[in-house]
């Protein structure tokens, strides 16, 4: 079949100040506004128990919003159960129906909405072709492997040409290989249908690559929106630095700010940074390891004096712990070749692109 | 397979739609307290003789009293045969059943009439037997025992543990016992004789003949019950010895009544009058029924107890099976017989 | 709304279903019964046999024009976007209808008006109605649906109208055909003879000598027939408990290699009918048993009466409850991870102090379970203390003579059956406080890797010598009963004869084809069909309440699990006679039908269907009915098309039980069966009551067999949920 024959009917998706309380005591989501564009991918990122899963599942109306509203498309679903939303879900665990066949496990939700037999079974077939799984159909779930089960459950979900396509945590049973192949997958049928497409995960190397936008959450709120790059690049606080990619979060002083460039004096060095907005004073400063060069006494020895607490190998780099006036520090290398060794007296540089001012506060 | 039956002939029904008026079959629905083959026997044969269907439940004639009062609102039943008078006489004092005067009565008994009398026509007698007691002989031989030959007899202290007879308190045979007793001996030295009888007996039993089964059985020595119940243990094959005590007994009259306001009234009077026939009653000796029947020309069995050779006593229905009397009895035996240790 | 056209479709149903039955379906119960078809000739002009309409179009019985009114109302509203309007008047139709239904149900009955004031205010009524048929039952359950769509449109449970409608429905029938009878015995309870309230006669019933009293303690006499139940219990609770664990440990740690085998044999006494042990019992050790007698001979005593009361209640209730408290516990010994034992035996215990301290305390719980589960059997026993009992009298037989003998008193069998009911409840409450939901089971459904360790010796040998000794006597027991029904009278004459199997069971050919002229087919086929009937029926109830207690949640959700609990702990001479006193008269009149049957089998085994399936729904992984549901499925087709198929075990298990209690139960249907509707074991206790032990046993030994037969079929016809195959295998032809 032709992909084209699947249509997008892509909307988008929009929570106003919804709020998810268990009981009187815990709430999993707590007043939070978040749009989701038509045809975008977004990802809800954060540790367990952030509330990611409950955002996921308010979307799918699997859970009812305490407070707030929930739109699709324009629409008001807050009230509307799971059956009457046009949201399709593909499971963590699959959810594969184990006592049906491929095919009768794709075309479930085409049954369930009313269409005819033959068409259902076409259609099926089409939304197997689509991820590659074109001849699988009289197989049962448990004769396939745990990859061709996940694309399965992505048929199921993508037969349906929902409004908008949940993913939880969908690669978390694959093994890292087939983690990076099956997400590409994923991002290839998104954009090539055009999908809405939420994706929960916590595992933020695989936001980063699959996203159109992140949704960082902490503690039921939302700590910060926005493209993978902004992300990296400019966390709006410690907790985003840190959680995305690895980061050292360094004191620093601001002596001077000029337009939107600060100058920023850490330890005995002084780097030109963006402002964000800050003022002169103390600050905190995001350092990502690999924006850390070590070098050893024999190079020119300009920088922060550091000792080499630990050195470990990992392949493609070498990862090393080092101590300095500003406190220990984590950095990596790409000189694999020329370790340092343990106990070693070095001096630190920090990039000129690449550490990041964070807001006070945070 | 009766439902599947019922469906065809349902189907059969509609098709032949409103014009085929079939005549609904005629019912009764009959409750019976004798055992299980005599109610099956006088089921089966109303059947035969008059192509009402029958409905039959057996149950004791306790168990049928409390659901006729169960039932008084909307009865269900429509004719109640067998079972000794005594609850038939309690249904007919608690307005529970109709007064019918049978063309048949002519052809029976006195006792038979003079009961249904004393309950305003309420009850009639079909059959009756005498009380007294059986024995295992094996056991009795195999413990050295003498042979009992009076109700006296059973007080002696060789007897200690084998006497059974049932509790008063849940059966009309044990009840009608203690009433004889009270009646042959005075109501003082009637209870003397309870207590001193309360000494040999190993236990009380619920059902009213179960005793002479245990005996029959090899599970008891002596039993004290009707006598036709007795002897059809003896008939069966079983080592038991029918004994009419020597001092003179009580007897019951099983009865039959109709049940007021029933569905099928006018079925449960032709039950009633061919339940009096002798030919039917004569039937009983097929199922090894000891009784004397109530029509003055039905056979009866050579091995049946001969009334009139027995001692009876003058029982007083009417006082005996009176609901008061009756509970009183039964409080002072149980506040002065039964709480006394063995 | 998607969801609004649900409900909107929904009230048509049921609307549907309501019209039927005003319009069209015979309004009053009928005489013939419930699966008879006799009422179609005479149909619909009638009045016994009339619907609802014609009855008022005839001017008859005109008080059920009202009834109308809330039958059409939702036509005001239906398709109506406005979702509060639509509910509220939905709300309004629902619970107006069943008011009305059931107040003039009970106001009038069979003499005109129930209640004297009635009769002042609207003056007499000069007319009469019997109970409920199909037509009224229909309108009933169209209302009551009003109702719960109308909830459902309010938002409750997401407006899930399958779900509230689910809900709504175990609700009412629980307090149908639990909580109304009950009440209808506790207040015949206080009520004296004359039916006047009166608490001083329940105060001097309740507090009989003969129910408390305690000569016993000092006196050569017996005890009141509370502390004799309570006794008997207590120890039958905790025999049964130590025997269960026993064979658990044989079964799964001792590496005996027939524990299969001693699993079947400890089924077997679930699938005997009642009396039979107690028979085989007496015939063993009865003054005249074969066993008695030997020992009496060799050892030169005189041979006692010694095994009636306490001692052959006790025996016979071991043999009999063994096996549950061993079906308890085997689930709670497997359980138990091996990689905690094994965790300990790395951690240098042996295998005694392991034993000792680990898996022990682990099983703990499931210990005080099967106690209590022995202690409830035990109260609720009715058959062997009836044969066996004795001058031991206990509450369950002494309900029963108080309603059948010659005292013949309902105010003191309510008052008994009120007695005995607060002994389970409060072992059932126990049960669920002390222990709530607290398992130490440790199960992850993660491959545990490992298998268990064997029991330490000292704990192995004492098990294998019980073990042995239980087994043989229950092939003894099994033994004679086989025997037994093959000889011409116990005791007596020993002579072999297929006599017994010939009256029971013989088959004949007559003008009209096979003819079965035994004396058992009757109550044999009667059986059957009721077990057959009543045990889909209590795995449907069953699974729909479980379903509703895994999967969803709702306000008062812990008390609707009570209530649909509460029946296990309710004995069934209670059962029995609050029934009667309940369905006894209009608007819910069932006694003499096999409804009544089916209905108490369905609320007796009840709990079992939602054990059952909670077990298997709570191992269904919760994503899977959510997946259904996110691709657009309803909750009832999610339920059907998922959550069904895949509870195929715990299906099969609620119908095998349902139908063999059904098969075996005694002590409610005593007091329920009827002329049409007569069970094989109220037949069987009438043969022994007339000392006929052959037929009796031939009858018992049938049944046995028919059940295996049964249960063989269910396994076939449920078959296994497939979710693995063979790769070799391919499909040809898909769905």
């Known amino acids: 079949m032709s992909q084209s024959e699947l249509k997008s009917r892509a909307a988008s998706v929009e929570f106003r100040d919804v709020t998810k309380k268990y009981g009187t005591e815990v709430t999993a989501v707590d007043s939070v506004s978040l749009q989701v564009a038509a045809g975008e991918l977004v990802t809800l990122l954060g540790p367990s128990g952030c509330g990611k899963t409950t955002t996921l599942r308010m979307i799918a109306g699997l859970e009812m919003a305490t407070q707030g509203q929930i739109l699709i498309g324009g629409a008001d679903v807050s009230r509307l159960p799971a059956t009457d939303r046009d949201v399709s879900m593909v499971f963590q665990s699959y959810a594969l129906f184990p006592h049906m066949s491929v095919l009768e496990n794709v075309s479930y939700g085409l049954r369930a909405s009313g269409q005819k037999k033959k068409q259902c079974i076409e259609r099926a077939e089409h939304g197997l072709d689509l991820v590659g799984l074109a001849g699988y159909g009289a197989r049962l779930p448990s004769e396939l492997s745990g990859g061709q089960q996940q694309r399965v459950a992505v048929a199921r979900a993508l037969v349906l040409e929902p409004q908008v396509l949940l993913f939880d945590e969908p690669l978390s049973n694959l093994d890292a290989k087939l983690r990076r192949q099956v997400r590409e997958d994923i991002r290839d049928i998104q954009q090539n249908l055009a999908l809405t497409v939420v994706y929960v995960t916590h595992d933020q190397e695989e936001a980063l690559a699959v996203s159109d936008r992140i949704i960082v959450m902490n503690n039921a709120t939302i700590a910060q929106i926005g493209t993978p790059r902004e992300l990296y690049e400019q966390p709006a606080d410690r907790f985003v630095a840190d959680f995305i990619g690895e980061a050292n979060i360094i004191d620093a002083q601001i002596t001077a700010v000029d337009k939107d460039r600060a100058t920023v004096i850490v330890g005995n060095t002084s780097l030109q940074l963006d402002a964000r907005g800050l003022t002169p004073g103390a600050a905190k400063l995001a350092v990502r390891p690999n924006r850390i060069f070590i070098q050893t006494p024999g190079d020119d020895a300009a920088g922060l004096a550091a000792v080499v607490e630990k050195a470990t190998y990992v392949g493609d780099r070498m990862e090393y712990k080092i101590k300095t006036e500003l406190g220990e520090l984590f950095c990596t290398s790409e000189a694999t070749d020329q370790a340092i060794d343990t106990g070693k007296h070095v001096t630190v540089q920090f990039d000129a692109v690449g550490p990041v001012l964070l807001p006070r506060g945070s | 397979m009766k439902l599947r039956c019922r469906i065809a002939g349902a189907v059969t029904l509609a098709l032949m739609g409103s014009a085929g008026h079939t005549i609904a079959a005629e019912k009764l629905t009959y409750y019976c307290s004798a055992q299980e083959d005599w109610c099956q026997l006088m089921a089966t044969g109303f059947e035969e003789a008059t192509g009402i269907k029958v409905n039959m439940t057996r149950k004791s004639s306790g168990e049928t009293l409390a659901q006729i009062k169960a039932e008084a609102s909307n009865p269900k039943g429509d004719v109640w045969w067998g079972g000794t008078g005594d609850p038939h006489m309690q249904a007919a004092e608690e307005g529970l059943t109709e007064a019918y005067e049978s063309p048949m009565r002519a052809e029976l008994h006195d006792w038979s009439i003079g009961q249904s009398e004393s309950a305003g026509n309420k009850t009639i007698g079909i059959y009756s037997g005498a009380l007294g007691y059986g024995y295992n002989e094996e056991i009795l031989k195999a413990n050295n025992l003498p042979e009992p030959a009076c109700w006296k007899d059973l007080l002696k202290p060789e007897y200690k543990g084998h006497v059974q007879m049932a509790n008063p308190n849940s059966s009309g045979t044990a009840y009608t016992t203690l009433a004889t007793i009270v009646q042959l001996f005075g109501e003082d030295e009637g209870f003397e004789f309870m207590k001193g009888l309360h000494k040999n007996i190993n236990q009380y039993t619920k059902s009213g003949s179960a005793p002479i089964k245990a005996a029959a059985r090899g599970e008891n020595t002596i039993g004290i019950v009707f006598m036709h119940d007795a002897v059809k243990q003896a008939v069966s094959g079983f080592p038991i010895k029918v004994v009419a005590p020597c001092e003179g007994t009580g007897y019951e009259i099983g009865s039959m009544s109709l049940i007021k306001d029933s569905r099928n009234p006018e079925n449960a009077q032709k039950f009633y009058d061919w339940a009096l026939q002798a030919d039917v009653q004569s039937r009983s000796l097929e199922v090894k029924a000891f009784q004397v029947m109530s029509n003055k020309t039905a056979e009866s069995s050579p091995q049946a107890p001969d009334l009139a050779s027995i001692k009876l006593i003058d029982y007083d229905f009417t006082k005996y099976g009176s609901s008061a009397e009756r509970k009183r009895l039964l409080k002072k035996w149980d506040d002065e017989v039964s709480t006394l240790p063995r | ?735």
């Open chain 3, 1 to 735: 709304m998607l969801s609004a056209s649900r409900a909107s479709r929904a009230v048509w149903l049921w609307m549907i279903v309501g019209l039927v039955g005003y319009f069209i379906m015979p309004w009053y119960i009928l005489e013939d019964g419930f699966f008879s078809f006799e009422w179609l000739d005479g149909y619909p002009f009638d009045t016994d046999y009339a619907p609802a309409a014609f009855l008022i179009a005839q001017g008859e019985k005109l008080w059920l024009a009202p009834l109308v009114l809330p039958l059409l109302l939702p036509l005001v509203v239906i398709g109506n976007k406005d979702r509060q309007r639509f509910s509220t008047l939905l709300i309004i139709a629902g619970s107006a209808g069943l008011f009305y239904l059931f107040a003039q149900g009970f106001a009038i009955g069979i003499r005109g008006f129930n209640a004297e004031w009635l009769g002042v205010l609207f003056g007499e009524l000069g007319d009469r109605q019997f109970g409920f048929g199909y037509g009224a039952v229909l309108l009933c359950v169209a209302f009551l649906f009003y109702l719960t769509t109308g909830v459902a449109a309010r938002g409750y449970i997401n407006g899930d109208v399958f779900v509230v409608g689910a809900i709504g429905f175990i609700i009412s029938i629980v307090a149908i055909f639990i909580f109304f009878p009950i009440a209808q015995m506790l207040s015949s309870a206080l009520r004296d003879n004359d039916g006047v309230y009166s608490l001083a006669v329940f105060v001097a019933k309740f507090s009989e000598n003969k129910i408390w009293g305690l000569a016993c303690l000092s006196e050569n006499r017996g005890c009141g027939v509370a502390w004799n139940s309570l006794f008997l219990a207590v120890i039958v609770g905790a025999a049964t408990t130590v025997l269960g664990l026993v064979f658990a440990l044989v079964a799964t740690r001792s590496g005996f290699r027939y524990s299969n085998w001693l699993r079947a044999l400890t089924v077997l006494p679930i699938i005997t009918p009642p009396f039979v042990i107690g028979l085989a019992i007496i015939l063993l050790f009865g003054l005249s048993g074969t066993i008695t007698q030997w020992v009496a001979g060799v050892l030169d005593l005189q041979p006692s009466r010694w095994v009636y009361g306490l001692p052959g209640i006790l025996i016979a209730q071991m043999l009999s409850f063994t096996p549950i408290a061993f079906l308890v516990l085997i689930g709670v010994v497997e359980g138990v991870s091996p990689s905690m034992e094994e965790a300990s035996q790395t951690l240098r215990a042996s295998r005694w102090h392991t034993f000792k301290t680990v898996t022990f305390p682990l099983i703990r719980p499931g210990l005080a379970n099967a106690f209590l589960l022995g202690f409830i059997e035990s109260m609720a026993d009715f058959g062997n203390p009836l044969v066996l009992g004795g001058n031991y009298d206990v509450l369950s037989t002494e309900i029963f003579f108080a309603i059948v003998g010659a005292q013949n008193d309902q105010g003191r069998a309510a008052v008994l059956a009120i007695i005995l009911l607060l002994f389970t409840l409060t072992a059932f409450y126990a049960q669920r406080r002390w222990l709530g939901r607290k398992s130490y089971i440790t199960k992850t459904g993660k491959g545990d890797g490992g298998s268990h360790s064997l029991m330490p010796r000292r704990v192995m040998w004492p098990c294998y010598i019980i073990a042995s000794i239980w087994v043989i006597f229950t092939v003894t027991v099994y033994g004679m009963i086989i025997y037994g029904g093959f000889v011409e009278t116990w005791g007596l004459n020993h002579t072999l004869t297929f006599k017994h199997y010939i009256t029971a069971f013989a088959v004949g050919v007559n003008d009209f084809g096979l003819h079965f002229k035994g004396s058992a087919w009757d109550s044999f086929w009667t059986t059957l069909k009721i077990a057959a009937t009543a045990a889909p029926l209590t795995a449907i109830v069953g699974l729909i309440t479980a379903y509703l207690l895994v999967r969803q949640n709702f306000a008062g959700k812990q008390w609707f699990e009570f209530g649909t609990m509460l029946s296990f702990a309710i004995p069934g001479t209670v059962v029995g006679v609050s029934y009667i006193l309940a369905f006894n008269v209009p608007p819910l009149e069932l006694t003499g039908t096999g409804i009544i049957l089916i209905i108490s089998f369905v609320f007796r085994n009840m709990p079992v269907g939602v054990r059952a399936g909670i077990a298997s729904m709570s191992q269904l992984d919760k994503s899977l009915d959510e997946a259904s549901l996110t691709l657009g499925a309803s909750t009832w087709r999610t339920f059907r098309k998922v959550i069904l198929p895949l509870m195929r075990p715990a299906i099969l298990a609620a119908l095998v039980f349902s139908f063999v209690r059904a098969m075996t139960a005694i002590s409610a249907v005593i007091f329920l069966v009827s002329a049409e509707y007569n069970m094989a074991t109220s037949y069987i206790i009438g043969r022994v009551e007339n000392n006929d032990y052959g037929i009796a046993i031939a009858y018992s030994t049938t049944l046995i067999f028919v059940m295996l037969s049964a249960i063989l079929l269910f396994q076939l016809l449920v078959g296994k949920t497939q979710t693995t195959r063979p790769l070799t295998q391919s499909r040809t032809n898909v769905g």
